[in-house]
């Protein structure tokens, strides 16, 4: 199993989710976070005062799926999150060792179905 930990932009969430889906992604964490990259902020300018925004609103994704799973899940992401501008985001893929269903307790790969 691995873990996909995607940071996009926020107006990219619902385009990004429907391809997902397409994919036959079941499930996936969706946090509202904030950080910069080369982007390093922008300033702006509030009542005549200018001040820099450091840290810009993102989105971070994570989803837990199969190894066979993993490139067509970063494809999705990468082709719908894309603008072809500074600041698209990030994907990182992890190894995940186990997981754990709460409810009955089973593990491993059948949690994620």
């Known amino acids: 199993m691995k873990k996909v930990e995607a940071i996009i932009k926020p107006f ?4 990004v989710k429907e391809a997902l889906s397409k994919v036959f992604v079941q499930g996936l964490t ?7 990259g080369r982007q390093k902020g922008h300033k702006e300018l509030y009542r005549g005062a200018e001040y820099v925004v450091e840290f810009l609103p993102k989105i971070k994704l994570e989803i837990v799926v199969s190894d066979d799973m993993v490139e067509a899940v970063v494809r999705a992401i990468v082709e719908t999150a894309s603008t072809g501008r500074i600041g ?8 995940v060792e186990d997981a754990v269903r709460i409810r009955t307790g089973e593990s491993g790969e059948a949690v994620l179905s």
């Open 12 to 15: 990219k969430l619902e385009e």
């Open 30 to 36: 969706v946090s509202e976070v904030k950080g910069f």
């Open 88 to 95: 698209d985001g990030k994907i990182f893929v992890l190894p």
